[in-house]
């Protein structure tokens, strides 16, 4: 049985499990749940501190987890990033009291807070800073103003946590961090890993493409196929109308208002759009 390793909790946890039940899994999960078994799918799920995942994975006692790419860095496990599943999007940041530095380098010789400190001290490392570490569990904005600190280094999506604390931004991003899908560096191959990714595969094309149906006059159906000229191409089919014929496409879900405005415009009608659930291409 695959055992897989997901977020109980923070900005991952929520859309993790709606990606996995998008691909048929965790049917009768409830949300306080710790072990889900999955018998349909052969799949026992863990619900672990989102910090922990890595390592679970990485010591091989899990097969592979979902977690942030910041948490598989900081961690230092033995695990590797199999894929990028591009939600939760945020960066590990230094931040200082308004005007207090003109740039990362003045931080040499500074006390800087942080609870992601394996990729803090490997950003040091790597930078040639000398600064002291100071490690804290859960929310660092308050180190500076309680005088634990004189910088900190934490992940954060908009930075308006941290300018409530009255921090700005230093530098460019240490990590950029997202969603991901690890597992042991040493694993070997696997039939239902490969399954699981094919179906989160699956769910990330269907939610990035949407389907169009219409009806187009045959003078102008070249056109509007070249407005929706889908994956190959789309689907055609003739009306009892011979002027007329169906067209079937997928378009690009960011693009499909304007592809509906074009189409409009060119004259096509009934112009329906699908949201698709799963696609394989």
């Known amino acids: 049985?695959?055992?897989?390793?997901?977020?109980?909790?923070?900005?991952?946890?929520?859309?993790?499990?709606?990606?996995?039940?998008?691909?048929?899994?965790?049917?009768?999960?409830?949300?306080?749940?710790?072990?889900?078994?999955?018998?349909?799918?052969?799949?026992?799920?863990?619900?672990?501190?989102?910090?922990?995942?890595?390592?679970?994975?990485?010591?091989?006692?899990?097969?592979?987890?979902?977690?942030?790419?910041?948490?598989?860095?900081?961690?230092?496990?033995?695990?590797?990033?199999?894929?990028?599943?591009?939600?939760?999007?945020?960066?590990?940041?230094?931040?200082?009291?308004?005007?207090?530095?003109?740039?990362?380098?003045?931080?040499?010789?500074?006390?800087?807070?942080?609870?992601?400190?394996?990729?803090?001290?490997?950003?040091?490392?790597?930078?040639?800073?000398?600064?002291?570490?100071?490690?804290?569990?859960?929310?660092?904005?308050?180190?500076?103003?309680?005088?634990?600190?004189?910088?900190?280094?934490?992940?954060?999506?908009?930075?308006?946590?941290?300018r409530r604390a009255g921090l700005e931004i230093i530098g460019e991003p240490i990590l950029e961090s997202e969603a991901l899908v690890v597992r042991r560096i040493d694993a070997p191959a696997d039939p239902a890993v490969e399954t699981v990714i094919r179906r989160l595969q699956s769910v990330m094309v269907a939610r990035t493409f949407v389907l169009v149906d219409y009806d187009i006059r045959q003078t102008e159906l070249a056109q509007a196929c070249s407005i929706t000229p889908g994956i190959e191409s789309p689907t055609v089919s003739p009306l009892q109308d011979s002027d007329w014929s169906a067209v079937r496409a997928m378009v690009p879900s960011t693009d499909i208002h304007r592809v509906m405005d074009d189409l409009y415009e060119l004259g096509a009608r009934g112009i329906l759009v699908t949201d698709i659930h799963a696609c394989r291409l």
Do not use: C, H
Request: no cysteine; hydrophobic share 50%.
């Open 1 to 162: 049985m695959l055992k897989v390793a997901l977020p109980n909790k923070g900005q991952l946890a929520d859309p993790a499990r709606a990606m996995l039940q998008e691909a048929g899994y965790l049917r009768s999960a409830g949300i306080r749940d710790l072990v889900v078994n999955d018998p349909v799918n052969d799949v026992e799920f863990y619900f672990l501190r989102p910090k922990d995942i890595a390592l679970y994975v990485g010591e091989g006692t899990l097969d592979i987890g979902i977690t942030g790419r910041d948490m598989l860095m900081d961690s230092g496990a033995q695990a590797t990033e199999l894929l990028s599943l591009g939600f939760a999007p945020s960066a590990f940041r230094l931040a200082a009291p308004i005007g207090r530095y003109e740039s990362v380098a003045d931080l040499a010789g500074k006390r800087i807070a942080t609870s992601y400190d394996g990729l803090l001290r490997a950003w040091l490392s790597q930078t040639q800073i000398d600064a002291t570490v100071i490690r804290l569990d859960g929310a660092v904005e308050n180190a500076v103003a309680l005088g634990v600190a004189d910088a900190v280094a934490d992940v954060v999506a908009t930075g308006t946590t941290m």
